[in-house]
């Protein structure tokens, strides 16, 4: 994968798992995709996946844009 | 614990599987025994012993010595008892005048072509012919042979053709020839228990002598694994283990569990003080059944291994030279950097990796340590590198992280899938119990890019080999799938009344799509369709179907995809819930299935509960006394991509060695230096404590008490068999850091760490050390509801309610051949070494591996002007390493292999850093990557050789 930019890598593995929940209805494959992140990811990636959804989400699938407002934004206090 | 060495019973000939039962008599006493079952064997239950020489339990009878006669009432003659089966109503006598004299004249003829050097053979004591001679009331020999096989010359002084010398050349037993019998117990355990064939009889009446294959090979040069079956089924001195020629016979043994793999065979640890003189496998194991393989059987001499690091040692920094210390001197400072690092970036800037090769107490442990004395969830473990998708893919589709079967399904099983396994080279008693079913007539389907030593060895055939290209094990699995389903193979009864009839209408409707057929993905795959859709049907259709799998399945990035493939295949053919079906992941390390089960992923507690569960926390913030953070924490590489970002500063990584056994070595390299603490916990200065501030010296697993859990689930015990050699077992080595930062832990014994896991843990409730002492073993769950535990999963429905299906869409992974790398790398592991080989390649093991080699085929070695045995470089986009090449059609154009156990290979330099989409288990099984002879080490391998020189210094004491 590229490492272009402090998030590519971040955004990489988001585009994986939308990939594989996008074979599900997209209903299913929003609710998918937000708990596996929920689940999975640690608040400092969640934050730093956060930080490119606030920008716009460039680079990111539209699963995942259509699934971030079910991505818990972690809390500020570490 | 300790009991003298009472030879474990031999009944003579294996015990018969029939139901019907059969009464006779035998010296006058009644014996009730199944149809089928020798009258040797009758009588040993009977508790009567006939005399016997070539008969042996674990091997079919044989009926060459001639020593077992008994008489039958109303029968002619002397028949052997060994392979006379019982019938009802017989009256057997063993014992009579007649009887007495024969086998009088049976031993002469034995004794006459034997040395008489008792007292100081290695077997004194532990001698069959011995013991016989003693049975049968030998007195003298009369006659003194002419002819012998041990005189190294004959009574006329001329060398005498027939005396062949002692073979030395394997490290672990010898074969001297001269004490040889020929009752070939040696021969028949080869084929019969470790499936080799090995061994064979050459020649007749007195010429015939025991043979490793060709005249001209030994021991070491033949086909022999070393799996020490024949060592043990030999009754004399012939095949004898060299520890026992050097040290002298047992005096006490101990029943414990092998450290390698993930099979957990038995063995008992044969001891003299606190000397181990050897190691044999234990007949009552339920998992190995009394054979083993060279690793467990022979390679424990890592234990005592001169490398051994023995005090702890800390340092400032990584450049500065080691420093023997105290073990309080270095808690102290341990405890110290760790609460400076918390103190200044925050309790989430710390954290621990359990490990796999240790115990299910030692890994509850660690991952408490970091939940209830850092405060965080930042715990993983190496199985994140190997079997994460597992726990992923078997959860989400049957409800539970494991398979469903025990190793003793496999007698059941008609039809064996083996996807991205090397059973005979990884799992090595498993093979053998697996390919004691297929001579019997099962079929085998194996998936891998590789043609693994399963595809065709003596005896064994697989009906298909799809011999996929690396990466595509998804559009294969599908393909299956398609078969099944698009053919009407399917179970529609299971389907019905076990999953949900209308996911699977979706399901089937996604894996008919045409782009899913076996002649659609050929192209991709590597694999004609006809042979993908024949071995549908054979699984399908051919009775019991079970699925074995391996890395080669969880290692890609669609890792967790594949294993979803899997369970659906077994639920759709209905293959699971009962003997000889299931779905069953072959685990790598010893305890990845413990590491895994004692909630050392980042995300759950023990037993698999997410940490978002109040109820869950509740139950753990009760006994610990303290609050757990509700968030998932850091895995693996998420660890090491924060430290390299600068918000991950500390970690505690017990006996693991990431820098070697991760992908993308310079990546873990980067993290590790980014670090104020790295805190590692081993036998030796691995490769990681290159990056290392503390080391703390580990004990082995003859050095502690607890428990491992086998790839079937099951929980065996570890049992100390010598004070650890290091002063502390590794679960007080956690406690100590645990206190000295404060948490005032106060475990005596692992038992106690045991009986916190069953109170929290509802899979484990049943279990604690006292029923262990009184059954052997148990196979999680062991509660309320199976107090026996549980030997097969899902038996009247699925953990998870109903079976999931889930659709299984093929992504190919990014990294693809292209001009620069067209060539696809693909890993393994082979059956002498054992994962990163820091225990077996200080064993004797390597005079079967030296070193790392490159597997490539003619037609691509040919290409490029590669020779067999020749240095070549391999470059992948990560890097670029150097070792051997040899030349072999094993693998097909296009696709190269190698093994990862020697650090001077570095093979993780040319892994990348992709992963699993669902657990980030790396990539390692596809790497695209470029092969050139080249004249030897590559640049950073010198450069790194210099650095873990450098970096493993340590400063003589003042
Ligand atoms: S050690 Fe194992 S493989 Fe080797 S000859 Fe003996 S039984 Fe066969
Ligand atoms: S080597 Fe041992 S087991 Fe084999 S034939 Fe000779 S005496 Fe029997
Ligand atoms: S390495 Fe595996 S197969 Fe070999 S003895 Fe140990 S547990 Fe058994
Ligand atoms: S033991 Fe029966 S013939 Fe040898």
Redesign the pocket.
Known sequence: MSHDGPHAKLIYMANQIAKFMESKPHDQGIEGLSSHINDFWEPRMRRQLYEVLDAGGAGLRPLVLDAAALIRRPSIAA | MKDFIIPDRDFGTPAAKSKQLVTLTIDGFDVTVPEGTSIMRAAAEAGISVPKLCATDSVDAFGSCRLCLVEIEGRNGTPASCTTPVAPGLKVHTQNAKLKQLRRGVMELYISDHPLDCLTCSANGDCELQDMAGAVGLRDVRYEAVQTHFKAKDNSGHINPSYIPRDDSNPY?SYDPQKCIVCSR?VR??EE??G?F??TIEGRGFDSRVS?GAKTDT?LT??????????AACPTAT?QEKSIIEIGTPSHSVITTCAYCGVGCSFKAEMRGDELVRMTPYKHGKANRGHSCVKGRFAYGYASHKDRILSPMIRDSINDAWKEVSWDEAMAFTANRMKGIIDKHGRHSVGVITSSRCTNEEAYLVQKLTRAVFMNNNTDTCARVCHSPTGYGLGQTLGTSAGTQDFDSVEQTDVVIIIGANPTDGHPVFASRLKKRLRKGAKLIVVDPRRTDIVESPHIKAQHHLALTPGTNVAIVTALAHTIVTEGLFDEAFIRERCDWDEFQDYAEFVSQPQNSPEAVQLLTGVAAEEVRAAARLYALGGNGSIYYGLGVTEHSQGSTTVIGIANLAMMTGNIGRPGVGVNPLRGQNNVQGSCDMGSFPHELPGYRHVKGQAVRDIFEKIWGVKIDDEPGLRIPNMLDAAVEGTFKGLYCQGEDILQSDPDTKHVAAGLAAMDCVIVHDLFLNETANYAHVFLPGSTFLEKDGTFTNAERRINRVRKVMAPRNGYADWEVTQLLANAMGAGWTYTHPSQIMDEIAMTTPSFAGVNYEMLEVKGSVQWPCNEASPDGTPLMHVDGFVRGKGKFINTEYVATDEKTGPRFPLLLTTGRILSQYNVGAQTRRTSNVVWHDQDVLEIHPHDADNRGIKEGSWVRLASRAGETSLRATITDRVNPGVVYTTFHHPDTQANVITTDFSDWATNCPEYKVTAVQVAPSNGPSEWQEGYSAHAALSRRIAAAE
């Open positions: 037993f040696c355990a080869c228990v470790q080799t090995a061994l490793f021991a033949s086909d022999c694994v070393s799996c020490g079956a024949c060592v095949l």
